[in-house]
């Protein structure tokens, strides 16, 4: 849960929603990673991010990896301890705006096969070199933001924030927006649905018509965002050109909330 507090008619807060980063991968784009954090920095933005913050392909009994896919830096007999040091060092300077880092299939397959949390041991030395507390975020989890209007006492409608880092494959024609229809049965209390994995950017708001326990009737907005990737694979020869895939949404989403007329409201942009 995040308290904000002093919520007056100019009040904004900007938050960074990222995944599938794959930060280790030598197909990795840093220089656009690094371009948003330091927009992050510069807004005073907190950063979300759902998983797949590692690639952690190119150990030494992963049948998916590849000696032309491992960075100069990682070739290395302690391939795994490698990436989290060199991944603390870069990630420095943004340890404080980040609020919440969760994992994905790339980092639960490594605890699974290898009996490493990656995200566990990164975190934790992330805090030991900036004091930054970070929240360790499972697959999936709730983040719920409360708004203290002005100097008073009166707390404005909160917002809960769903993240998923995703599942399935590649969809080509749908590109996962067909979830949205689910997610919204199995999510009812959720006005915002963020989720990864697919590597496909949009965000769909869907209307919805609401009654309380006292019979009042209103309608609201829930918000499905899916977030693309910072990987920009080879479509030429390997995996994803044998199977066809097409190039990938590239970047993360910024989400702004201010208020207007007693109300907190959100609005959606690509980070590109």
């Known amino acids: 849960m995040v308290n904000f507090t002093g919520v007056t008619a100019t009040w904004e807060q900007w938050v960074l929603l990222l995944a599938d980063r794959h930060f280790d991968s030598v197909h990795s784009d840093r220089n656009l990673q690094r371009q948003h954090l330091d927009e992050a920095i510069e807004r005073g933005a907190l950063i979300i991010e759902i998983g797949d913050t590692f690639d952690l392909m190119q150990g030494r009994n992963d049948r998916r990896g590849s000696k032309g896919s491992v960075r100069p830096e990682h070739k290395t007999d302690d391939y795994f301890t490698s990436v989290i040091d060199e991944a603390i060092e870069w990630h420095k300077p943004y340890a404080h705006n980040y609020l919440l880092m969760g994992e994905g299939n790339h980092e639960t397959s490594i605890t699974r096969h290898a009996e490493l949390s990656v995200m566990r041991h990164f975190l934790q030395g992330l805090?030991?070199?900036?004091?930054?507390?970070?929240?360790?975020?499972?697959?999936?989890?709730?983040?719920?933001?409360?708004?203290?209007?002005?100097?008073?006492?009166?707390?404005?409608?909160?917002?809960?924030?769903?993240?998923?880092?995703?599942?399935?494959?590649?969809?080509?024609?749908?590109?996962?927006?067909?979830?949205?229809?689910?997610?919204?049965?199995?999510?009812?209390?959720?006005?915002?649905?963020?989720?990864?994995?697919?590597?496909?950017?949009?965000?769909?708001?869907?209307?919805?018509?609401?009654?309380?326990?006292?019979?009042?009737?209103?309608?609201?907005?829930?918000?499905?965002?899916?977030?693309?990737?910072?990987?920009?694979?080879?479509?030429?020869s390997g995996w994803e050109a044998e199977r066809g895939f097409g190039p990938p949404s590239v970047g993360g989403v910024w989400m702004r909330m201010f208020q207007r007329n007693g109300e907190i409201k959100t609005e959606f942009t690509p980070a590109q």
Request: hydrophobic residues 30%; glycine residues 10%.
């Open 127 to 236: 805090k030991a070199e900036t004091g930054a507390t970070i929240h360790h975020g499972a697959y999936s989890g709730y983040v719920t933001f409360r708004f203290l209007r002005g100097s008073g006492s009166k707390y404005l409608t909160p917002i809960n924030l769903l993240y998923h880092h995703g599942s399935g494959g590649n969809s080509p024609v749908t590109r996962g927006v067909i979830n949205t229809n689910r997610r919204a049965v199995i999510y009812p209390d959720a006005d915002i649905i963020v989720s990864g994995h697919l590597h496909s950017s949009w965000v769909v708001p869907l209307p919805r018509q609401r009654i309380s326990e006292r019979g009042i009737v209103s309608e609201s907005i829930q918000h499905h965002v899916s977030l693309g990737t910072y990987k920009r694979p080879n479509l030429q």
